[in-house]
């Protein structure tokens, strides 16, 4: 193997040389040993970097075109170093859609030296690419990929945008020269703009009567740049000139239209406007105000134009601040001595104060322009504004209300009043009530502002338990609608006393009861007294009763069978009390006789269970397992 003279060195440390025999050999013999074993290492390899300019790319990295018109020439110089000891070859690269290579291969690049290759974008057409870019070679780190991307615009369009001055004119506007008098020079020097990125040609600038062109044609703007062109106007004699300035061009929008305009006053003769709300002059650089409007109302303002003086008057721009608009169309041309009107409009959309400068431009030379500081303020929209209450005292939305405790059978209603502390009107459309509730009052409800209303609702006590859910109030106050309240309630059982006093021992015969008041399912009842003792349960068979009470000596309990769902208690002293009737346990049910009696003849069943409350019981469970079983 033949190496260049740069590499020998790392040669020899990359050879490995083994004596022919592990025997010590005197020193002066040492360098006599025969080269027994040869291993030759190649350590050489290219390193391949890539430069955009001066920019490294890294493996993996990214690198973008800059944007391109269609039809431009968009190509990118990429630059390769081989760092490493072995000449770096390149065998190929692979491109995304969109691009190509400009650059023969493969690119051989000595160690230690660089070389460029050249890619091209694809202009015809608007584009967006986006692609790997992947570069192999014998750099063993191959291959090298960078994701490269490019725009591709459409073509540039020229763009006209005329100034007068700093004002721009734009196309289907109007521009008026200052007042002239007979014999004074009269011109107006216009500046192009071109905004579109490409060359704008003028052609040709037609002028309406009375005006003149001063520049040559044709004008051409580069691209992003400007030109100017000045007009003249005939200040030969006194007079009013009016009409459209046309501007040809390559602009595809082409013509740009204008409306040109200029007054040419006899010598000594010149327009004075004076501007009024009403009777009330403003002055120049003065200021008017429209006053306070509901939000969503209509407020305007007619202004008046005096010329007082012995010229016509022009006034060709109106420009009133933010919150504010013109409701009437310019120019407007006022005789000498004579009025004109224009209307201004305030927005009333949304709540605010609104304040601002309007400019009017005009030809009276000493008030040109007329400006006057604008203001108003627009207050919020009336709207209604709803609280609850139960009496005096607030429900929050989204609190609750409890009816409290009533008497199965008995009457529960509660009085709401609903206050409006708004500023509108406030209407209740619908009150959604949970079950066990009704609504008392008929809807709608239509309050007016700072004024109140009531309605009522009902608890349904036609049964012993507890009632509770939400009641909903749609209203028309946007901040409380629905108005949610959280009622509760509950129907407690109510106490029939057995007075015997009907013609016969049913249950069902009111006479038989206090008050002829008959029990409901799931009412208490005591037996007291010394009339009807054999009483008889006609009620339907099962009708379930909270809780029965043994308060006199020898009733007895016969007939259908019933439900108990509490307790049977015997009160203290009372002796003969008998169920005979079977029973259902309805719950837990708890017998207690304490120092008195109570035999069971009936049968006692269902899913409850019997407890007992006096030590007494023991026999008397045995009795009821026994006739149970």
């Keep these: ?26 020193p002066h013999k040492r360098r006599l040993a025969r080269v027994q074993q040869l291993e030759v290492r190649d350590l050489l390899t290219a390193s391949m970097q890539v430069f955009d300019g001066p920019a490294q790319i890294y493996n993996g990295g990214s690198d973008s075109f800059s944007s391109a018109n269609v039809g431009d020439v968009a190509t990118k110089d990429f ?10 070859s390149i065998g190929s690269i692979n491109l995304p859609v969109g691009f190509s290579l400009q650059t023969p291969l493969p690119l051989d690049i000595p160690a230690g030296t660089s070389s460029t290759f050249t890619v091209s974008m694809d202009t015809s057409s608007a584009n967006y690419y986006d692609g790997t870019m992947e570069i192999d070679s014998n750099d063993p780190t191959s291959p090298f990929d960078i994701d490269l991307s490019g725009t591709v615009n459409a073509s540039a369009t020229p763009t006209l945008d005329l100034f007068d001055g700093m004002s721009q004119i734009y196309n289907g506007g109007s521009d008026s020269f200052d007042t002239a008098n007979v014999g004074d020079v009269a011109t ?30 044709p004008i051409d703007v580069p691209a992003y740049g400007s030109g100017t062109f000045t007009v003249s106007m005939d200040t030969s004699s006194a007079n009013y000139y009016d009409g459209t300035m046309e501007i040809d061009s390559n602009d595809p929008t082409s013509p740009f239209d204008i409306d040109l305009s200029g007054t040419v006053n006899a010598a000594g003769q010149a327009p004075a406007m004076s501007l009024l709300d009403g009777s009330t002059t403003i ?3 003065g200021s008017d105000s429209f006053g306070t409007a509901a939000q969503g109302t209509s407020d305007s303002k007619t202004f008046t134009v005096d010329n007082t003086g012995n010229a016509s008057l022009s006034i060709s721009a109106i420009s009133p ?25 305030m927005d009333t959309s949304t709540a605010a104060t609104l304040s601002g400068t309007m400019s009017i431009t005009d030809n009276d030379s000493n008030n040109d322009p007329y400006d006057v500081s604008l203001s ?5 929209a009336p709207e209604p504004a709803m609280s609850l209450l139960d009496g005096s005292t607030a429900i929050a939305n989204g609190g609750s209300d409890s009816f409290g405790s009533v008497v199965h059978g008995g009457s529960d209603t509660k009085t709401f009043t609903v206050d409006n502390t708004g500023t509108a009107s406030l209407s209740v459309s619908a009150i959604g009530l949970p079950t066990g509730y009704s609504l008392q009052t008929a809807l709608p409800l239509t309050i007016a502002a700072g004024s109140s209303a009531t309605f009522v609702v009902a608890l349904d006590t036609s049964a012993v338990g507890t009632l509770a859910g939400p009641m909903s109030i749609t209203d028309s106050d ?15 059982p109510a106490l029939h006393v057995w007075v015997g006093g009907g013609a016969d021992n049913h249950w069902t015969t009111a006479a038989n009861w ?6 409901l399912s799931g009412d208490d009842l005591l037996f007291q007294g010394t009339s009807q003792l054999l009483t008889q349960d006609d009620f339907a068979a099962g009708t379930s009763f909270d809780a029965i009470t043994f308060g006199s000596n020898g009733f007895s309990l016969t007939g259908n069978t019933f439900t108990v769902t509490s307790g049977v208690t015997v009160d203290s002293g009372v002796t003969g009390s008998l169920i005979a009737a079977n029973a259902i346990l309805g719950g837990p049910v708890s017998i207690n006789i304490a120092d008195a009696s109570l035999s069971v003849s009936g049968i006692v069943s269902g899913s409850g269970s019997l407890g007992r409350s006096a030590p007494e019981l023991s026999r008397l469970q045995a009795a009821i397992r026994t006739r149970a079983e």
């Design 188 to 217: 107006k020097t216009f500046t192009i703009d071109e905004g579109g990125g490409a060359d704008l040609n003028i052609n040709s600038i037609s002028l309406p009567a009375g005006f003149s062109l001063q520049t040559s044609l």
């Design 321 to 345: 601040p933010t919150g504010f608009s013109l409701g009437t169309t310019l120019p407007l041309s006022i005789a000498a001595g004579g009025s004109g009107t224009f209307v201004v409009s």
């Design 376 to 380: 108003g303020t627009v207050t919020a």
């Design 79 to 88: 630059t390769v170093e081989d760092t490493g000891d072995e000449d770096l």
């Design 1 to 26: 193997m033949k190496l260049p003279r740069n590499d020998w060195n790392r040669f020899l440390r990359s050879i490995s040389i083994s004596p022919t025999s592990k025997k010590r050999r005197p």
């Design 514 to 519: 206090q008050n002829d008041q008959l029990p």
């Design 283 to 285: 002055a120049n650089g």
């Design 478 to 492: 946007g901040n409380n609608d629905p108005y949610t309240v959280n009622l509760s309630g509950t129907v407690t």
